[in-house]
């Protein structure tokens, strides 16, 4: 139990703080169109991609045999 408890916080920490990387890129001045995404963004959305290929990877296979 305490392992889904942690996940689902790591989670809900990534859904908040992915979009206030992407809201605070462009400092509110319309340079959002120009400015480049910061580290921790590709890097959140990086492991964000691979968790997400992997975990459909163990579906297919848990499900199909």
């Known amino acids: 139990m305490t392992k889904k408890?942690?996940?689902f916080?790591?989670?809900t920490t990534l859904l908040f703080v992915l979009?206030?990387?992407v809201l605070g890129?462009?400092?509110?001045n319309?340079?959002?169109a120009s400015s480049e995404p910061?580290?921790?963004l590709v890097l959140a959305l990086?492991?964000?991609?691979?968790?997400?290929i992997i975990?459909?990877?163990f579906f297919s296979f848990r499900d199909n045999g």
């Open 55 to 57: 975990t459909m990877i």
């Open 9 to 11: 916080m790591i989670i």
């Open 19 to 21: 979009p206030t990387q």
């Open 46 to 52: 990086t492991l964000m991609s691979i968790l997400t």
């Open 38 to 40: 910061s580290g921790m």
């Open 30 to 32: 319309g340079e959002a």
């Open 5 to 7: 408890i942690s996940l």
């Open 25 to 28: 890129a462009g400092g509110g």
